[in-house]
């Protein structure tokens, strides 16, 4: 279940863990706890084969219930709709994380919106530094001792 959850999340892109919570968590965690609480007493309740109780009581033998619709549903909701679930969330993942690659490899636009290299108005960030915007041009980090009379300090003294 928790593949389930982070595929989810995955393929929407959305920050996964921002927006976890010990509810839905909660949920999620109840839901296959149900799951196999119905499959493991639906016998119990009266989905059996005719056998049944001759052969816990009297041979003591304990077999899963031989009503064919039992074993169908038995196994169709621990084995084949998971396994099912679980293959269709890996496909949207690969296809998601394959269409993230080409964007990024092959000059795509990033998920804000941006294209790589360009400030909000389109311009190349090497030209908007020189001159070309200056209200979206990334300042220029200058080494600590620059500006202390142009020369680096001594560390011996």
Known sequence: ????????WAVTQVDYIHSRNGTRIGLMILMVWLTAVVVSIAPLF??????FLVRVNEHKKCLVSQDLAYQVFA???TFYVPLT????LYWKIFQAARKRIHKSKFGGKKEGGQQR?????GKGLRAAAAGGDAAYARPRRQPQWEGQ???PSDPTV
């Open 75 to 77: 196994t169709m909701a």
């Open 117 to 121: 290299g360009t400030n909000r108005k």
């Open 85 to 88: 679930a679980i293959l269709i």
């Open 46 to 51: 009266g989905w059996r084969d005719p056998d």
């Open 149 to 151: 009379q142009g020369k």
């Open 1 to 8: 279940m928790g593949e389930v959850e982070r595929g989810y």
